[in-house]
């Protein structure tokens, strides 16, 4: 079974610093995906980021970005030139890339403040 | 952009009581999630739907839950006889293909009392 870990539970950092979210996951799949969900206060669900398992090059979007090691099950998140409106629920999660195998399996989460 | 919705967004409901969330997936996603989230938990996967029958299901997923797509829109999930524990956000998420992004509704806080 996969298991995802994330062992921040909570962090704080000023506005406009660089913040990394870290992230740990086990699995025997070769094939599979891995995103970083952030959940506002609002409590919705949004995709800051995905990556396929396969491709070598790390997922960007915007001031995210993730540091994938393949090999180390490894998947942190960094966010650059923090904003106020990333205090959010941080969620790292892993699905199988196969047809019908498709549940999101999510970590505990970690609990960002930005702070002014 | 098109985006999933949910109803209601808060629910309370007394023990033992009949309940169904809905959900109207986007238009041409043809693979449909249920998730829940006990406050202050992670994110749990319920339930997985395609093509009119369940794909795969947790043990969460017990006999007093049920989902069905009654007509083309709507996407439902029952709790039949509600429990203090079954207290909880509900999410619903939809995708295109299977293994493809998974986007998610605004989920329904259910309160049972």
């Known amino acids: 079974a996969q298991t995802v870990t994330q062992s921040q539970p909570e962090m704080s950092v000023q506005e406009a610093e660089t913040v990394t979210l870290s992230c740990t996951y086990d699995?025997?799949?070769?094939?599979?995906?891995l995103f970083w969900y952030k959940q506002p206060p609002s409590r919705q669900m949004i995709l800051v980021i995905r990556?396929?398992?396969?491709?070598?090059q790390n997922a960007t979007e915007n001031r995210f970005s993730v540091n994938f090691q393949k090999a180390a099950k490894s998947f942190s998140l960094k966010i650059s030139d923090s904003q106020l409106g990333d205090t959010a629920m941080y969620f790292c999660a892993f699905m199988k890339h196969e047809a019908g195998e498709d549940k999101i399996i999510f970590g505990k989460g970690t609990r960002l403040h930005i702070l002014p | 952009e098109p985006e999933v919705t949910q109803t209601p967004s808060h629910q309370v409901t007394q023990m033992g009581q009949e309940v169904i969330l809905r959900c109207v997936p986007i238009?041409?996603?043809?693979?449909f999630y249920w998730y829940r989230q006990i406050l202050g938990q992670k994110v749990e996967f319920l339930v997985s739907f395609y093509n009119n029958e369940i794909s795969e299901k947790s043990e969460i997923f017990d006999d007093q839950f049920s989902v069905e797509r009654p007509d083309g829109s709507n996407f439902t999930l029952k709790i039949r006889s509600t429990k203090l524990e079954d207290s909880a956000m509900y999410f619903c998420a939809s995708s295109y293909v299977t293994g493809d992004e998974q986007y998610f509704g605004p989920g329904t806080r259910l309160t049972v009392t």
């Open positions: 990556q396929e398992a396969y491709k070598q």
């Open positions: 238009s041409n996603h043809l693979y």
């Open positions: 699995t025997s799949e070769n094939n599979y995906y």
